[in-house]
């Protein structure tokens, strides 16, 4: 477990992800996603 931590933690800091998600982004990309398969059907 104290293994696991210390990588997590060491991924965290070398991570190219933002410290938060893009959410207005992230929900256009899932409306459209949506009323795409709404419209495909």
Known sequence: M???TTE???ATT???LPP???RAR???FLV????ASA???
């Open 2 to 4: 104290t293994r696991l």
């Open 8 to 10: 997590n933690d060491e």
């Open 14 to 16: 070398a991570s190219p």
């Open 20 to 22: 938060e998600p893009d």
């Open 26 to 28: 992230v929900e256009d």
């Open 32 to 35: 459209r996603t949506r009323r």
């Open 39 to 41: 419209s495909a059907g």
